[in-house]
């Protein structure tokens, strides 16, 4: 399939996703992007996803994989005007970062309605404690000043960073995580040391399902600003397991969107915590690039 051939489709799964949400969808918002990062597009992975509190989407967010043997898709979104680059740590922490460790895929992130925000490093093979990244010049103080908080609750190995220029916030993706960080004393003494509700009921038992979480720091204040809990992608999707009931035009584009590859898709779920309440973010993997094929496959146990 040629870049342009990519892009086409990709951009018309985007905007038949956003017909079904409802969201108002911009070719001439869209394929900039698309076709700027095109060159490994006809093997990237896509997820499409939503965020939700139980009422209809206002905006459909696209993560898209880029090689990591490629141009540096920070200097790429300057470049081409997708952000601007401000005088301020969050412009030097992915350098920063490939400095010190090898990433495996990146990813760019965006909304149709909010446009380009963020990319992650994807290092997966080489994870980093919360010491190791803490030492790095331009991360967010609030990381060290958490430390402590990180260790009595297992969260160490540090595998993906996602930086949102736009927010100026970055997410740091914990892996491995041992059975003790799901334990349900464990997942409500974390939430209520963040000043959050503790988990209850069916958002209790679905943070007890984590395989990964993420935290959202900023360079503000030394507040965490989410927590996120994420149980496995998984092909049995079943919207009376979740904790937040879903809107029927985005049960509807979950269930419905096709991906590229066989059988059903998997779909990811992730239950997060702010202060501004309780919310889920959803969707289908559309289409999978080697790294996450391989990823699915080590946390499902399904083929992809």
Same mark, same amino acid.
């Given at each position: 399939m040629s870049g342009a051939t990519a892009v086409e489709d990709v951009y018309a799964t985007i905007e038949e996703s956003a017909q079904l949400l409802g969201v108002p969808c911009s070719r001439e918002k869209i394929r900039p992007i698309l076709t700027t990062y095109g060159n490994g597009l006809a093997e990237a992975g896509m997820v499409l996803s939503v965020a939700t509190n139980s009422g209809p989407a206002e905006d459909l967010d696209y993560t898209i994989t880029v090689p990591a043997q490629g141009p540096d898709p920070y200097a790429t979104a300057l470049a081409n005007g997708f952000v601007t680059a401000p005088e301020h740590p969050v412009a030097d922490l992915l350098d920063d970062l490939t400095s010190r460790v090898p990433v495996s895929e990146y990813f760019i992130d965006g909304g149709i309605v909010s446009g380009f925000s963020k990319v992650y490093a994807h290092f997966p093979d080489n994870m980093l404690s919360v010491e190791q990244l803490a030492d790095i010049s331009s991360m967010p103080p609030s990381l060290a000043d958490n430390a402590d908080l990180f260790a009595r609750h297992h969260l160490d190995n540090v595998? #993906? #960073? &996602?930086?949102?220029y !736009?927010? !100026?916030?970055? *997410?740091l993706y914990f892996a491995q995580l041992p059975d003790a960080f799901r334990e349900e004393g *464990?997942?409500?003494? $974390? *939430? !209520?040391? $963040? &000043? $959050?509700?503790?988990p209850q009921g069916k958002s209790l038992e679905f943070a007890q399902r984590s395989f990964r979480s993420y935290v959202t720091l900023g360079w503000q204040s030394s507040r965490i600003e989410k927590i996120c809990y994420a149980p496995p992608p998984t092909r049995d999707f079943d919207p009376t397991a979740l904790p937040i009931p879903l809107d029927p035009q985005i049960e509807k584009f979950v269930q419905t969107t096709p991906c590229t590859y066989s059988g059903r898709p998997f779909i990811i779920a992730a239950l997060k915590w702010s202060s501004t309440g309780q919310h889920l973010n959803l969707g289908p993997y559309i289409r999978l690039s080697p790294l996450l094929r391989n990823l699915l496959h080590e946390v499902s146990g399904e083929k992809a």
């Open positions: 595998a #993906m #960073m &996602g930086i949102n !736009r927010s !100026r916030t970055v *997410n *464990n997942i409500r003494s $974390l *939430n !209520r040391e $963040l &000043g $959050l509700p503790e």
